[in-house]
């Protein structure tokens, strides 16, 4: 093997990964803040590529068009879903998976009814390759990997810098004190399960033209994020984005060295690894107890 | 949800409406001698089982699977290849497939439960999925999308003779399932659902109780499997699929959680409305191509209004007065230290 191939399939990796992290980030947001997990993460990235598959074949218009109207549909649904299902339930963790396990199924078959079951896709955006070095990329990752990580650093300048990112934090790190000093928790709580919905649709929307769109696709990619926010320990933005590249170079390499039918299988197999030897993660520090 | 603390309560106490619907199973045949509807009453024997496994380590321990079709895959693919390429017994397959159930759950089981949190739904998710992509990446063995067909019948003859076999199988199972909550491991259980840390300062080995439902759980889940392939004689990646997971969650909320009873009440009241009725009113396509949006709807509102069950929902009426204060308050937030 040589140097150049296996710093393509590194590269290749990282691209991928850089909408992985993407994908989890969202998940990782809504853990860190509202610390419930969102099992229909998933069934959201799939309206997400569902959305794009309307306006862009269906409508034909544009893809930065329909990139947005899905971004914004789906940060909707996000909020109705927080609103209505998980509200009530927030602080039973058990019910709070049983319902957002079911509401995935119900945006699923609600999908299936609207669209239909049949596998669709996305033109490509873009073609083309371009060399980087010695390098043939194709361009459409290129693009889909800067779009993610110029939404990654908005979504970082958003927490860190307005006010409405410092009380996210606030209500990350203690509720009751943010209730206290008149913090809206509950409507922060929307906003925040709507962002994560919406990035989520963001990564579905730029990955929309490699996968074949169809209802059941969003539960690969959710567990692919649990993978990625667990292996970069819950709760840990940053770290999500640094698992999320790792998986995508895992995933790319096990696709090139052992089978393309296997790269699900080393996904769900890292995820159990990491539970095994470090449920931190690696950048996770021992949850106290609450 | 409500937990009730009272001991030495015996199988009587869900009263004359348990016994009634004993008899009516019991006399099922004479009341419905068709072989559909007891079709449908066999399936729905199985999949009781299957949802009174998930039942005493979600609902009676709460311990989280969202992955429990891996049991009832895992137990239905182990009979169906001894089954096909052994030649293995039926009887001892069923053993054989609990058996490959517990295996796998000590496998999940031993990393999650030591850790608190999340961790169990999402490893027993993943372990499912893991399972059936297996079954696809592995065709050669498991016979891809199709499964593993002709897998030998359980019980020959007549379908009044499979239906009483189901019968006596659910029963058998349910009935030890029940008395295990009823035992004084029941109550240890119970109170590491109630309160894990206070369970721990009592002195109970809570991972050790957690790890042993664990397993009780996955060897009826497999026991129910293989029993699913030994009477539709095929093993299909259906058996190992999220909606299945699903139904399982579905079948025990609508019964009830927690009472193992609720459960099979369950499996009865939702393949009487699935499989039943829409035949009857010859709606079949809508309801096949609806079951698991209906379904999922029915957990949503199920967690959000009626958290009980119909066996929950019973035994309030049963015991009004005193219940009524008992009752937690499903909106409150739980005390925090």
Not at chain 1, 252 to 260: A, E, K, L, N, P
Not at chain 2, 113 to 126: D, F
Not at chain 2, 299 to 325: D, H, N, T, Y
Request: aromatic content about 10%; overall charge neutral; some cysteine.
């Amino acid at each position: 093997m040589t140097a150049s191939l296996f710093f393509g399939l590194l590269v290749s990796g990282v691209l991928i990964g850089g909408l992985y992290a993407l994908a989890a980030i969202g998940l990782s947001l809504i853990m860190g803040v509202m610390r419930v997990v969102n099992v229909a993460h998933g069934a959201l990235y799939m309206l997400g590529a569902f959305f794009v598959y309307t306006v862009t074949v269906q409508w034909g218009l544009p893809f930065p068009i329909a990139m947005v109207v899905a971004v914004a549909a789906v940060f909707a649904v996000g909020v109705v879903v927080e609103r209505l299902i998980v509200r009530p339930v927030r602080h039973e963790e058990v019910n709070v998976l049983i319902i957002t396990f079911a509401a995935a199924f119900v945006l699923e078959e609600l999908a299936k009814f609207i669209w239909n079951p049949r596998y669709k896709n996305i033109p490509p955006y873009i073609e083309g390759n371009v060399s980087v070095g010695a390098l043939q990329v194709d361009q459409q990752r290129l693009v889909a990997f800067l779009v993610a990580v110029v939404l990654i650093g908005i979504l970082f300048a958003l927490i860190r810098h307005t006010r409405t990112g410092k009380a996210i934090r606030m209500v990350a790190q203690d509720e009751e004190a943010a209730l206290l000093l008149g913090i809206h928790v509950e409507r922060l709580h929307m906003l925040t399960f709507g962002l994560g919905a919406a990035l989520a649709a963001a990564a579905a929307a730029l990955l929309g033209p490699l996968y074949l769109v169809y209802p059941a696709m969003g539960w690969n990619p959710l567990l692919r994020s649990f993978a990625i926010v667990i292996l970069g320990g819950m709760g840990s933005l940053e770290g999500t984005i640094v698992a999320g590249l790792l998986m995508g170079v895992i995933e790319v390499m096990t696709g090139y060295f052992i089978s393309d039918r296997m790269t699900t299988v080393a996904t769900f197999a890292v995820l159990v690894l990491i539970i095994f030897l470090r449920p931190t993660g690696l950048f996770g520090h021992p949850v106290e107890e609450r | 949800m409500r937990i009730s603390l009272r001991r030495g309560v015996v199988l009587g106490r869900e009263g004359w409406p348990l016994w009634a619907g004993v008899a009516v199973l019991v006399a099922m045949p004479v009341l419905a001698p068709t072989p559909y509807i007891l079709h449908v009453f066999i399936v729905a024997n199985i999949y009781a089982v299957f949802a009174a496994s998930w039942d005493i380590l979600s609902g009676y321990t709460g311990q989280l699977s969202l992955g429990h079709a891996l049991f009832f895959g895992v137990g239905a693919y182990t009979a169906g290849l001894l089954s096909t390429l052994v030649g293995t017994p039926p009887l001892f397959n069923l053993f054989a497939g609990a058996f490959m159930a517990v295996l796998v759950g000590l496998l999940e089981g031993v990393p999650c439960l030591r850790l608190k949190g999340p961790y169990l739904g999402i490893v027993t998710l993943a372990f499912a999925e893991i399972a059936f992509s297996l079954a696809f990446a592995l065709s050669s063995i498991t016979g891809g999308e199709e499964g593993i067909i002709g897998i030998a019948s359980l019980v020959r003859g007549s379908i009044y003779i499979k239906y009483y076999a189901s019968l006596i199988f659910m029963l058998a199972c349910t009935l030890a399932l029940y008395a295990l909550t009823r035992s004084k491991l029941g109550l240890i259980l119970l109170a590491i659902k109630a309160d894990d840390a206070a369970a721990e300062a009592a002195g109970v080995d809570t991972t050790r109780y957690k790890l042993l439902a664990f397993l009780i759980s996955a060897f009826f889940g497999g026991l129910a499997g293989a029993y699913y392939a030994h009477y539709l004689n095929i093993a299909n990646p259906e058996t190992l699929a999220i909606p299945l997971s699903a139904a399982a969650i579905t079948m025990t909320l609508v019964g009830g959680m927690g009472t193992i009873i609720g459960p099979v009440i369950g499996a009865y009241v939702l393949s009487l409305f699935f499989d039943l009725l829409p035949v009857v009113a010859g709606q079949v396509e809508f309801l096949t191509e609806s079951r698991v949006l209906v379904y999922n709807v029915l957990i949503v509102l199920i967690v959000l209004f009626m958290p009980q069950g119909i066996v929950g929902w019973w035994r309030g009426r049963q015991a009004e007065p005193e219940v009524s204060s008992m009752r937690a308050d499903p909106s409150r937030p739980q005390a925090q230290a």
